[in-house]
């Protein structure tokens, strides 16, 4: 089931990594501005955010909990805590957990991508609400 709050624009301030640690949603939206937008993640072990491209979206991820691989146009990175990664526009990317524990991340994407407020329990519904990228 796909939650979705109103539409807000209003300042963010919170502990993003207590946030992003306490998640146990694959996405959840936490802040809307007019150019950019705050989700805390998690991928559950064997998990991935699927082979995507954003063709005018910018995505930075910082990842809190876990360990993971980063596939940026086909080439494979390690990324553990404290660790950042850029997705410039127009970059094939997936992030996969090949671990056993989850692995949780926060993101911003500049422009928005997802609808204020939604929550995406599982990757599943997240397919089922975007589609086919």
Known sequence: MTLVAPS?????????????????????????????????????????????????????????????IAVLDGERHPVTPGDLVLVPAGTRHNFVNESSADLKLYTVYTSPKHAPGTIHRTKAEADADEGPN
């Not at 939206?29 to 954003?54: F, K």
């Open 8 to 68: 807000v624009s209003a300042p963010f301030s919170e502990d993003i990594l207590a946030r992003a640690k306490s998640n146990s949603s694959f996405r959840e939206v936490v802040s809307t501005g007019p150019h950019a937008q705050v989700v805390v993640m998690t991928l559950p072990p064997a998990g991935e955010i699927g082979e995507e491209v954003h063709s005018d979206v910018d995505q930075i991820l910082v990842f809190v909990e876990g360990e993971g």
